[in-house]
């Protein structure tokens, strides 16, 4: 039955574009979150260096 196959190669493409979305969903919220956890390390960085009696 060519008609079967053919609808399982489409649902087969389209989970693996789902899939492929979902990585790359999830890559770039990681890398989005890595940089807001810089920024904030950066900016308590400076905090420290101008206040190192408050951080203490």
Excluded: E, F, N
């Amino acid at each position: 039955m060519p008609w079967s196959s053919q609808s399982q190669r489409r649902m087969m493409w389209l989970g693996s574009t789902r899939r492929r979305d979902a990585l790359r969903r999830t890559l770039i919220d990681i890398l989005q979150r890595r940089r807001q956890s810089l920024r904030r390390w950066r900016a308590y960085a400076r905090h420290q260096a101008k206040y190192p009696a408050v951080a203490r």
